[in-house]
Structure formats: C-alpha cells, structure tokens
T-cell receptor
Framework: DGGITQSPKYLFRKEGQNVTLSCEQN?????MYWYRQDPGQGLRLIYY???????QKGDIAEGYSVSREKKESFPLTVTSAQKNPTAFYLC???????????FGPGTRLTVT | QKEVEQNSGPLSVPEGAIASLNCTYSDRVSQSFFWYRQYSGKSPELIMSIYSNGDKEDGRFTAQLNKASQYVSLLIRDSQPSDSATYLCAVNQGYIPTFGRGTSLIVHP
C-alpha cells in the first residue's frame, strides 16, 4: 500500500530536550511538508522540501530543523529553542506544484 | 498575504439534508482548490479537488468553483452522521497551499 507513515503516534518529552519526528512516504512524491496544528487552529507550515537535499522555511520555522537526504524521508527535529512545542504535527507529500497533498496520521507531541 | 476564509461553524444539519460549506480566497492567481475532511484527532484526508470554473461531482460531494468571485464551495448531499467533521479548504498557486481554518459540520440524526 502506498502512503505516508509517521512515528511515533504519541511522544512525550521533558522541556529542554530535542526530539525527532519521523516521516516516510512511498508515493514517489518529490515534495514533502511539515505542519503544526494547535487545538482550534488551522495548519501552519513549518518546513517544506521540493526536492532531495533542498528545503525551505515555512511560516513558523523557528525552533525546528529538517533534513531531506532521501526522497522518501523528511524528519523533523523539534529543538529546545521551540517555546511551545506541544502540538499535533502533520507530515504531507505531493507530486508537484498545484497538486493535492496527502497527509500522514500525525504525531502528537507533549512537552512538560 | 494570501488568505483563505471559512466560517468556523459549527454548521448543524439534519441527517439526509444538503450541507453547504463555503470558502473565499484572496489570491486571484490561485489555480488549484481542494477540500479536505478532518475527523477529530485525525489527519486531513482529501475528498475533492477542482481546477476550473464550474461544478465537479463525486458521489455525494460536489465542489463548485467561481474564480471571478474567488469562491469555492462544497455541497454534501444526503448528509450522514459520519460526515460530521471539520472541512478544510485549501487553495494553491504553486507548491505551497494556503489552508483555511476549517468549518465544523455536525450532522444530527
């Protein structure tokens, strides 16, 4: 089955620790995205990548970092510099410009 | 600043009725338009895409696009309680879609 996987589904961390969220896709999509969703809020773009070894900051990149070493993988690191990291994190991919996005199941991160 | 506006709702309709969800956008050069459904605690799933003016039907869903008025809508016929969810409108002019905040739909038996 083609799709996007994210792991883990739930993640708990202590304040001050960095944490990496996994995102893998086997749809052969070039573009991948990370969003953050807070309760009652829309989707906010953190980072996106149109091609391997290239990525761009989104609207709320501060406190986050990414890498895109393989087409299939786009991990997101939430660093200790991110002031309010508790949120629902969504990874998505698309086949190209103007195309629809397909979302992974999400990772719910709680930092205490 | 590109904007996509949706009424947050909730929109409440009885089972079997038509639910009408609306979305307006600010960027005139937008070229692709999408509706996603998001159940509580889950990720968004694509239900409709539309690229040209007019109507596009898929089962109980109809997407309508009017580029002159910068307006896109989603009609759900014969609404079911399982349609209760938040519906996100997304508008795309390149690689990065702009999402609305979503409209909450409640279908009551």
């Amino acid at each position: 089955d083609g799709g996007i996987t994210q792991s883990p589904k739930y993640l708990f961390r202590k304040e001050g620790q960095n944490v990496t969220l996994s995102c893998e896709q086997n749809l052969n999509h070039d573009a991948m995205y990370w969003y953050r969703q807070d309760p009652g809020q829309g989707l906010r773009l953190i980072y996106y990548s149109q091609i391997v070894n290239d990525f761009q900051k989104g609207d709320i990149a501060e406190g986050y970092s990414v890498s895109r070493e393989k087409k299939e993988s786009f991990p997101l690191t939430v660093t200790s510099a991110q002031k309010n990291p508790t949120a629902f994190y969504l990874c998505a991919s698309s086949s190209g410009s103007l195309s629809e996005q397909y979302f992974g199941p999400g990772t719910r991160l709680t930092v205490t | 600043q590109k904007e996509v506006e949706q009424n947050s709702g909730p929109l409440s309709v009885p089972e079997g009725a038509i639910a009408s969800l609306n979305c307006t956008y600010s960027d005139r050069v937008s070229q692709s338009f999408f509706w996603y459904r998001q159940y509580s605690g889950k990720s968004p799933e694509l239900i409709m895409s539309i690229y040209s003016n007019g109507d596009k039907e898929d089962g109980r869903f109809t997407a309508q696009l009017n580029k002159a008025s910068q307006y896109v809508s989603l009609l759900i016929r014969d609404s079911q309680p399982s349609d209760s969810a938040t519906y996100l409108c997304a508008v795309n002019q390149g690689y990065i879609p702009t999402f609305g905040r979503g409209t909450s739909l409640i279908v009551h038996p």
